[in-house]
């Protein structure tokens, strides 16, 4: 069975740092095209990045452009999510799924919602990060 387990979440402050993994296991990780999904409290899950399978196209949510960087390893089988410049506002359980749809599905989406069972084949367990003060 697939199997999606993300880690490196924690508590930083304003401007700090963070590098999320996502170790994928259960599907051949290098024909996948990958994304990162995030939810706030009380929110519905909203998309941040995505990646395509070779790891050389990558699109992102304008409020994280310039501050979030995805990519993966393959020969790891692992994912990963640099996010730098972190606001407050980028507090949320951080996911990592594969695609449903094209690649290019998700950055022309009008607004950023998304729905893990349709819009996404699996899913982890989500990593937790806070930006506070």
């Known amino acids: 069975e697939v199997q999606l387990v993300e880690s490196g979440g924690g508590m930083v402050q304003p401007g700090g740092s963070l590098r999320l993994s996502c170790a994928a296991s259960?599907?051949?990780?290098?024909?996948?095209?990958m994304s990162w999904v995030r939810q706030a409290p009380g929110e519905g899950p909203e998309w941040v990045s995505s990646?395509?399978?070779?790891?050389?196209?990558?699109y992102y949510r304008d409020y994280v452009k310039g501050r979030f960087t995805i990519s993966r390893d393959n020969a790891e089988n692992t994912l990963y999510l640099q996010m730098n410049n972190l606001k407050p506002e980028d507090t949320a359980l951080y996911y990592c799924?594969?695609?449903?749809?094209?690649?290019?599905?998700?950055?022309?989406?009008?607004?950023?919602?998304?729905?893990?069972?349709?819009?996404?084949?699996?899913w982890g367990q989500g990593t937790q990060v806070t930006v506070s003060s």
């Open positions: 799924a594969t695609n449903a749809w094209a690649l290019t599905w998700y950055p022309n989406m009008t607004h950023p919602s998304v729905r893990f069972e349709t819009d996404f084949g699996s």
């Open positions: 259960g599907l051949t990780f290098s024909d996948w095209d």
């Open positions: 990646i395509n399978a070779g790891g050389d196209s990558a």
